[in-house]
């Protein structure tokens, strides 16, 4: 594909130190020449992404829907989930990525949810989509993109696994019962033994679609023999329904615009812009792509105008995803016309409510299980990009105080100050210290612009300035 003309420097790097680029056996713009291929390989990025079945479960927490209405809700992330994969490999930085419901974003979807409303949830979206959209649009990320280094996604990156393996706990253990444990370690031992028994095994299909197979044989199988499932949910749902449009209300007939819930969730947004900055250029890595602006301001629009859309089909803001990036890197077909398959077949779970009550239905222990893995993934992925960063003084100081600030001040604001004196505080400061994400970006971004760019850390001795 030829460069816009209008983009004065279309080859410029984002980062310094780009991870080493491999050659795929299916490039970018390569199809592979059979069909059944490209479904195959689409089908694989399916199976990998439990996102979009664990985390609108949150958020549908925090908001007290009943069963009935999770099931839906699932159905409209996966359909919208399509809708911005399409989006982001057309019109965006036309990489081979999955988009998905955003960890870092449910992160402060969930604590304004259910402080706020919905109304207010489904406002701070809209507007932050919009925001994220103009961002991306305005290619001002050209000029920003010191304040995001690798080690700052890191340390985002890092805190998002940790806050959202307190909800992987919570769905896991439940009221207690002896049942939630084993079948959350029936779960987690199954995954163990195929992920690493099995990686060889059909082409290695059975690995990495071990999240998926487990669920179904654990969450339905053992649990439907227990009689833990709820099949009478199943079976009310229609197997075929049409997308709706602002399913939650919308401008001007039930969303609100406060300013506090914007903010906190642009605070989320401005997490997953960062994030996805990581993701464009380990994508570009194991595509054999050079990783530029171009990439960053096209990618950010995309996922901005997505988030947008998601928000009007009653879905969850959407991201780029990690694990995504590993299927691309183990199997080197980096083609994107198989992630626009893949797309379809996200769309076509959107168009049955039947699946999404499936995901209800079973057991949360089952669901806890799983997630405990992914937050696992998540968390080790913000590790590894934080060991990468240089090793000075300055970026030892900014992750290790974002961290332990990040972490431990939302847990003992609420567990020791308690709800009445968080009552007594302002909206935003209120969500503010009690939401890890929010704290985890707004000091990893504000210590780095300390640190390094004032302070001139990054050119400590021994180390290359950035």
Known sequence: ????????????????DLPPIVTPVYGIEDKPARWSERLLYGWQHTLVDISPFILPLAVAGALGMPAGDEAQFI????????????????????????????????????????????????????????????????????????????????????????????????????????????LAGVVIGLIFVLQVRFREVFGGIVARGAIFIVIWVVGLGVAGVLGEVNWALVAEKPWFALPSFFPYGGPGFGWTFGGAAILAIFAGYLGSMV????????????????????????????????????????????????????????????????VQVAAVILLLYGLCPKFGALLVAMPRAVLGGVFIIVCGMIALAGIKLVGQAKGTTANFLMAGTSLIVALLVPLYVQNSLGAEWLDTLPVLLRLTLTNTVVLAVLLAVGLNLLLNIVLKGDREEGNDAA
Not at 1 to 16: C, G, I
Not at 94 to 113: D, F
Request: charge should be neutral.
């Open 1 to 16: 594909m030829s460069e816009p003309k209008h983009d004065t420097a279309p080859e410029e790097a984002v980062w310094d």
């Open 75 to 182: 159905n409209f992330c996966l359909f919208a989930m399509g809708v911005a994969t399409l989006l982001q490999t057309t019109i965006g930085n036309r990489l081979p990525i999955i988009q998905g419901p955003s960890a870092t974003l449910v992160g402060t979807l969930a604590p304004v949810a259910g402080q706020l409303g919905g109304p207010a949830m489904w406002g701070g979206v809209f507007v932050g989509g919009l925001v994220e959209m103009v961002i991306g649009a305005s290619r001002v990320l050209k000029y920003l993109r010191r304040l995001f280094p690798p080690v700052v996604s890191g340390v985002v990156i890092l805190s998002i696994g940790l806050a959202l393996g307190q909800l992987a706990v919570r769905l896991t253990i439940g009221d207690g019962a002896a049942l939630n444990f084993i």
């Open 275 to 338: 994030e996805s900055i990581g993701d464009y250029a380990a994508t570009c890595a194991v595509a054999g792509e050079q990783f530029t602006v171009r990439h960053m301001n096209r990618g950010i629009m995309a996922e901005g105008l997505g988030s947008v859309v998601a928000a009007v089909l009653g879905g969850l803001p959407c991201t780029s995803y990690t694990q995504n990036v590993g299927i691309i890197a183990t199997t080197r077909v980096a083609s994107r016309f198989v």
